[in-house]
């Protein structure tokens, strides 16, 4: 069996972390002057927790949750981060992403689905970082950190953010964290989703369940069990190398890009400051 | 009349000495209003945390105006400063001065740099070499700086010293919210499982030495990072006497009970039963570092 017992592992104190999150948000973004933020609202669990969150951080009327759907997504996603908008109260948007994307997918004829998935990816960032100019607001992540170890991202897609209150928690956290601060039932029991096209669920794009991946991962990384040792607990040999390899090969995701170094000091490398430098 | 100590929990800005200096007179002159006799900061309280490259930048001699603007409140109440000191070798130290009566009555360099996880300090730092009581109108104080208190040695030297009150000033970030059953006994409150750690830690230190421990920790954010306060105070019976506080900006008021350590020490006399050169034996035959001694000279007399 691949899912043993991780309960003790995993299981958070929802006010707790709740908590710290909501004084996260609040003390990054007052250090630079910030008292607004937007995101991108999907009607999936991540962006309505990272909503909520956001939405008592900064009081729902300083929250901007823009719905950027293609003209391919469930029109059920809709309808559940207008849930979500209702029960937060943020300020919300419907910003149709169809036109942008299709304008270059049409242009350049692209068919295949994961350079399709990454244009509307994109996409949205644009739409979330103009909204951030103009209204001299942040733009909140919601990317959990299971998905940000396997990569299961879009780099400068929906990657893109200032703060991420989400990317320390794993997605067994998330759900909990849904439930605890009241999000509709609707968005935490259907199966997690991109949604870049109908019908698409991330547990059959990666081949395995997120609660197999929380469990593997959580010893890997916050506990550092080698991956024999998760083989002689137990778990699926193949499922272990797999998780294992993803985090590898998707590390350029989590990472500045490189930069060749040439002087004394080089930014990234030995040029090294905090962003809370001087604030 | 027991000494009153102010433990300030603040919140210092990163690489702004200026600033902190500002909220640093600001406290002091609170306290000072207060009545209070003697009052701590965190560590590297005057310069925020997670310096890096910043470090050199805010590095400052004893003479520097900063440090002279404290020396010189330090008149009318004792003080306990964390700051980044530039020696005269040039070495720089995560450094915590103890100021009375206008001078400096001792600095403790920060011993254990903690270099491991998200800590980098033996990048940006010397390493102190010695565990020396301060000796203070108030007190005999032992100075710890925060991961100095996760080895024994500083700990224990301070207890054959005999201090009257260990005070450990702390940048101690806060992790782990994962949910745990409480004990019997115990009620359910959220608390980070860092904040738990350390807990556990000072009331052991209290308890294995008879002696009251004070923690002073920051509050506040560096890059997602949170110091996770919790600013508290123990009895030589690992009583709670003050705090803990949570994560805002704040401080507790306490007074060091002599007379309640002393019962403790009478009912429980650990520091007359201590065996020093057993562990000095085992230390010598282990390491060969300290020369194998008989017995523990007795008080007041010259160790040769």
Sequence with gaps: ???????????????????????????????????????????????????????????????????????????????????????????????????????????????????????????????????????????IGTSNKTEILLGYSTQFGDAACALNPLGDLWKHQVFQLAAHLDLPDEVSAKPPSADLFEGQSDEDDLGFSYAEADAVLVRLVDHRWSQDDLVRAGFDADLVERLGRRIVINQYKRLPPIVAKLGERTVNQDFRYLRSWGH | MEPSIRLAQVEPTLGNLAANLDLHLAQIGQATHDGIDLIAFPELSLTGYFLKDQTSDVARDLDAPELRSLIEASRDISIVVGFVESAPDGRVYNATAFLEDGRVLGVHRKVHLVTYGMFEESRDFAAGECFEPIESKHGRFGLLTCEDVWHMDGAYLYFMAGVDAFLISSAGPGRGVTRTEPEDGEDAASELSSNRTWRTIQDGLALWTRTPVLYVNRVGWEDGIVFAGATRAVDADANLVAGPLGLDPGHVDVTLGSTATRRSRTRTPLRRDEKPWILARGLAAHTGLVPPSRSEPESGTNPG
């Excluded at chain 1, 630079?32 to 995101?39: K, P, Q, S």
Aim: proline content about 3%; glycine content about 8%; aromatic content about 6%.
């Design chain 1, 1 to 139: 069996m691949s899912v043993i017992d991780s309960k003790a592992l995993l299981d958070l104190d929802p006010a707790l972390a709740t908590d710290l999150l909501v004084r996260f948000l609040r003390a990054e973004a007052g250090k630079f002057g910030f008292e607004r933020a937007v995101l991108g609202l999907s009607g999936g669990v991540d962006s309505a927790v990272s909503c909520a969150l956001a939405a008592r951080a900064f009081g729902p009327q300083n929250v901007l949750a823009i719905l950027m759907p293609y003209r391919t997504s469930n029109p059920d996603s809709a309808r559940d981060a207008e849930r979500v908008v209702a029960a937060t109260g943020v300020q919300s948007k419907l910003v149709e992403i169809s036109d942008m994307v299709d304008g270059y997918l049409d242009q350049e004829g692209v068919q295949d689905q994961t350079r399709r998935g990454n244009v509307m990816a994109r996409a949205r960032m644009i739409v979330l970082y103009d909204h951030s100019a103009r209204d001299n607001a942040l733009v």
